[in-house]
């Protein structure tokens, strides 16, 4: 289930630049891309998952 709390599934549709990846990458479909990237923007919003990675 994707959720916005679990950050382990959703720093793997992130890329090392911290940009969401596209449905090419990741091979969802349109509408469970959609609920993934609200997800990531929900996490970042909420502080479980960083705008950008500095790494």
Do not use: C, H, W
């Not at 596209?22 to 997800?39: P, V, Y």
């Amino acid at each position: 289930i994707i959720d916005y709390k679990n950050t382990q599934l959703l720093v793997k549709f992130i890329s090392p630049q911290g940009k969401i990846l596209s449905r090419r990458a990741t091979g969802l479909t349109a509408k469970q891309q959609r609920i993934m990237a609200n997800a990531i923007k929900r996490a970042r919003m909420g502080g479980l998952v960083p705008f950008v990675n500095y790494e």
